[in-house]
């Protein structure tokens, strides 16, 4: 009886505790003035943090660690911090107080320093103010894309193959969504350092919110297709496609895969065959999706200003910029300097700077460009990159220098292609006209494309060159995809917490449910 007992007692202390190490602390950041979302903020326990999102919304794991006393702290600038135990935490809301400036003695007595006198100590501070040597940083990574086709207009001129008609094509058209979005999120630890080819990652978990559905309008209009090239196109041929003055070939070969017929499901042999490229198709999946998301990740990275190669150059180019001191202020116990900065002549961005007033290190960065930063019109093609703002946010770590916490990048692309396409099908082996069949269109489309990226650094912490070596990326995780947002995927992980437009996101099957 007593080993029963004490059986029931170990049980129950396991899924006590099990509780306690899934609970996720979930709360709202609020002016306690206005009562509108502070983004941003800075909440901290036990040394790890995370930020608020735009809505000023974040969630904390509480892992076996965390007890009830433990303190939580929450600040921003411009705003009086707070700090309390868990176990006080008890509404839906936190309500932060807009702080009055009150100035240091020590730095009201200290000299008063100009922008440009502030710039100059932080440039003097940047190698000593920020790590950069190797580190393993366990992140979550969120990727929000949006597309939108203002224009899909075309002139059908031709076609010799009668499938291959007008209606056909603007069936193709309808199947494209006007306006589409895609969500995807990972969970990885990062290791290297600030040099672009010294970059490992590791996928714990990941997912994709979009609406796959309209993968299954491609899908039958794919099959369509094939059987219009089936039916028409020779095997043997090539493709001219010409566009105004340029050409490209095409060789018939690249079209196998569609005359391919079944597998006989008694032929051993090529029912193997199959299965090992399925598995060989299965691992590229895996090792393009992690190398694409790894090269995101590490495109951000190697926008931090005081990278070397960084185009953000407001200061290793400052003499390209007008500084202005705006205010000065508080980051929790920190005083900070707030300056502003425009562009001199042909510079690329505006924005704001947060500086610590103590050791100059930029502890916040807001910034936007102020014209398009890459534009082309020629022989009817137009790209103009109209949009490239961001934020950065930085913290302190044990050995006094600062590492990343937070990063934000958001740019947009317009895209514009009016002019005449031409497929024409040639076979040499044919007697008599070269030429086989043609497709002759004039198109006339725009799109607008929007791409969000946000990074949030949980943990840093130093490893050796042995360690970093060692390590060997696996590939193995493929995201989960949801047809709506479900909260429930990252319940027992730190994330950044999800917008409106993601937690109300749902697909067209969902909804035909």
């Given at each position: 009886?007593?080993?029963?007992?004490?059986?029931?007692?170990?049980?129950?202390?396991?899924?006590v505790?099990?509780?306690?190490?899934?609970?996720?602390?979930?709360?709202?950041?609020?002016?306690?003035?206005?009562?509108?979302?502070?983004?941003?903020?800075?909440?901290?326990?036990?040394?790890?943090?995370?930020?608020?999102?735009?809505?000023?919304?974040?969630?904390?794991?509480?892992?076996?660690?965390?007890?009830?006393?433990?303190s939580?702290?929450?600040?921003?600038?411009g705003y009086?911090?707070?700090?309390k135990?868990?176990?006080e935490?008890?509404?839906?809301?936190v309500?932060?107080?807009?702080k009055?400036i009150?100035l240091?003695?020590?730095?009201?007595?200290?000299k008063?320093?100009?922008?440009?006198?502030?710039?100059?100590?932080i440039?003097?501070?940047?190698?000593?103010?920020?790590?950069?040597?190797?580190s393993?940083k366990?992140?979550?990574?969120?990727?929000?894309?949006?597309?939108?086709?203002?224009?899909?207009?075309?002139?059908?001129?031709?076609s010799?193959?009668?499938?291959?008609?007008?209606?056909?094509?603007?069936?193709?058209l309808?199947?494209?969504?006007k306006k589409?979005?895609?969500?995807?999120?990972?969970?990885c630890?990062?290791?290297?350092?600030?040099?672009e080819?010294?970059?490992?990652?590791?996928i714990?978990?990941a997912?994709e919110?979009?609406?796959?559905s309209?993968e299954?309008?491609?899908?039958?209009?794919e099959?369509?297709?094939?059987?219009?090239?089936?039916?028409?196109?020779?095997?043997?041929?090539?493709?001219?496609?010409k566009?105004?003055?340029?050409?490209?070939?095409?060789?018939?070969?690249?079209?196998?895969?569609i005359?391919?017929?079944?597998?006989?499901?008694?032929?051993?042999?090529?029912?193997?065959?199959?299965l090992e490229?399925?598995?060989?198709r299965?691992?590229?999946?895996?090792?393009?999706?992690?190398?694409?998301?790894?090269?995101?990740?590490?495109d951000m990275?190697n926008?931090?200003?005081?990278l070397?190669?960084?185009?953000?150059?407001?200061?290793?180019?400052?003499?390209?910029?007008?500084?202005t001191?705006?205010?000065?202020?508080?980051m929790?116990?920190?005083?900070?300097?707030?300056?502003?900065?425009?562009?001199?002549?042909?510079?690329?961005?505006?924005?704001t700077?947060?500086?610590?007033?103590?050791?100059?290190a930029?502890?916040?960065?807001d910034?936007?460009n102020?014209?398009?930063?890459?534009k082309?019109?020629?022989?009817?093609?137009?790209?103009?990159q109209?949009?490239?703002?961001?934020?950065?946010?930085?913290?302190k770590?044990?050995n006094?220098?600062?590492?990343?916490?937070?990063?934000?990048?958001?740019e947009g692309?317009?895209v514009?292609?009016?002019r005449?396409l031409?497929?024409?099908e040639?076979?040499?082996?044919?007697?008599?006209?070269n030429?086989?069949?043609?497709?002759?269109?004039?198109?006339?489309?725009?799109?607008?494309?929007?791409?969000?990226?946000?990074?949030?650094?949980?943990?840093?912490?130093?490893?050796?060159?042995?360690?970093?070596?060692?390590?060997?990326?696996?590939?193995d995780?493929?995201?989960?995809?949801?047809?709506?947002?479900?909260?429930e995927?990252?319940?027992?992980?730190?994330?950044?917490?999800?917008?409106?437009?993601?937690?109300?996101?749902?697909?067209e099957?969902?909804?035909?449910?």
């Amino acid at each position: 009886m007593d080993k029963i007992i004490l059986w029931l007692i170990a049980a129950l202390l396991t899924v006590v505790c099990s509780t306690v190490q899934s609970q996720t602390l979930t709360s709202r950041v609020l002016d306690s003035v206005t009562q509108e979302p502070i983004p941003y903020a800075t909440v901290q326990l036990n040394k790890k943090g995370v930020i608020t999102n735009e809505e000023g919304r974040f969630s904390f794991l509480l892992d076996g660690t965390v007890s009830e006393t433990d303190s939580l702290f929450i600040s921003c600038i411009g705003y009086a911090s707070i700090g309390k135990p868990l176990k006080e935490f008890s509404e839906n809301a936190v309500y932060l107080s807009p702080k009055a400036i009150e100035l240091n003695p020590v730095i009201v007595s200290n000299k008063n320093y100009s922008a440009d006198e502030i710039i100059d100590l932080i440039e003097e501070n940047l190698d000593k103010n920020y790590n950069t040597d190797l580190s393993q940083k366990r992140m979550f990574f969120r990727d929000s894309y949006f597309q939108n086709f203002n224009k899909t207009d075309y002139t059908f001129v031709k076609s010799t193959i009668k499938e291959l008609n007008k209606k056909f094509l603007d069936s193709v058209l309808n199947t494209v969504p006007k306006k589409s979005s895609y969500y995807t999120e990972i969970l990885c630890d990062l290791y290297g350092n600030t040099e672009e080819d010294n970059q490992k990652m590791d996928i714990i978990k990941a997912s994709e919110l979009y609406d796959k559905s309209k993968e299954l309008d491609y899908e039958k209009l794919e099959e369509k297709f094939n059987e219009i090239i089936k039916s028409n196109i020779k095997r043997d041929s090539y493709f001219k496609i010409k566009s105004g003055l340029f050409g490209t070939k095409i060789k018939g070969e690249d079209f196998d895969e569609i005359f391919e017929s079944d597998i006989d499901s008694t032929d051993q042999v090529a029912l193997e065959k199959e299965l090992e490229e399925k598995k060989k198709r299965e691992i590229d999946r895996k090792t393009n999706f992690a190398k694409y998301r790894k090269n995101s990740i590490v495109d951000m990275m190697n926008d931090l200003f005081y990278l070397d190669d960084s185009p953000l150059n407001f200061i290793s180019k400052s003499r390209k910029y007008d500084y202005t001191l705006k205010e000065f202020t508080y980051m929790g116990k920190d005083a900070v300097y707030i300056l502003g900065f425009t562009p001199k002549g042909s510079a690329d961005y505006q924005g704001t700077l947060y500086v610590n007033s103590d050791d100059f290190a930029i502890v916040r960065l807001d910034y936007e460009n102020v014209k398009s930063l890459k534009k082309f019109n020629l022989l009817g093609i137009s790209m103009n990159q109209y949009l490239n703002k961001g934020k950065m946010i930085f913290a302190k770590s044990t050995n006094d220098k600062y590492d990343l916490r937070f990063l934000e990048q958001e740019e947009g692309t317009n895209v514009g292609i009016r002019r005449p396409l031409k497929i024409i099908e040639k076979n040499k082996h044919v007697k008599g006209r070269n030429k086989q069949n043609e497709l002759f269109v004039k198109l006339d489309m725009g799109t607008i494309g929007t791409n969000k990226r946000e990074l949030i650094v949980f943990d840093s912490k130093p490893i050796s060159k042995s360690a970093y070596e060692a390590f060997k990326e696996k590939n193995d995780i493929l995201p989960t995809y949801m047809p709506n947002y479900n909260p429930e995927f990252w319940q027992g992980y730190s994330i950044i917490e999800p917008n409106k437009a993601i937690r109300e996101f749902t697909s067209e099957e969902e909804i035909a449910k």
